[in-house]
């Protein structure tokens, strides 16, 4: 697997908590946890009935893309990207992707999301589209990302009061 890359486009940069305990490397897609306020990485999410689920349970309170690791231990906190215009280049599950396709987090071989890699994904569970795939290797794309925490992005849970 082939680290996620910033490619273009207007960062906007925040920094968010995390729990001694949450592991976060760069990259990592991050959700906001609605039980204790922190960033925790895709794969923390507990898996809910099937990949659709899971994939709208972290569209719900996804927060946006880690720009900094922290480590086991570190309560120091990270700094992520939510900006919704934005271009990261990432890996993709088997299949074939268009422009504007809806994506969401990937299904690891067993019943978790992961950090790092993008799969197809309903528009209700969608936290980007596909922004670019003229790429030389065919297992990544380019995408564009819409957290629930932004108003104004195209995440079905960022309108105020949803």
């Known amino acids: 697997m082939t680290a996620p890359i910033f490619r273009h486009g207007d960062s906007h940069l925040l920094r968010g908590p995390v729990l001694a305990a949450t592991v976060i490397a760069v990259g990592d897609l991050l959700y906001l946890d609605p039980a204790d306020d922190t960033l925790k990485p895709a794969a923390s999410l507990a898996w809910d009935t099937d990949l659709a689920t899971t994939q709208g349970n972290f569209a719900e ?16 906190p990270v700094t992520y990207d939510r900006s919704p215009v934005a271009v990261y280049e990432y890996d993709i599950a088997a299949g074939a992707y268009v422009l504007g396709a809806s994506m969401g987090p990937a299904k690891q071989t067993g019943n978790a999301l992961e950090n790092q890699k993008l799969a197809a994904a309903v528009a209700a569970a969608a936290i980007a589209r596909v ?32």
């Open 61 to 76: 309170n996804f927060a946006g893309v880690a720009r900094e690791a922290s480590a086991a231990g570190d309560e120091t």
């Open 131 to 162: 922004a670019d795939v003229d790429l030389p290797a065919t297992d990544r794309v380019r995408v564009t990302f819409a957290p629930a925490i932004v108003t104004g992005s195209s995440n079905a849970y960022s309108t105020v009061g949803a």
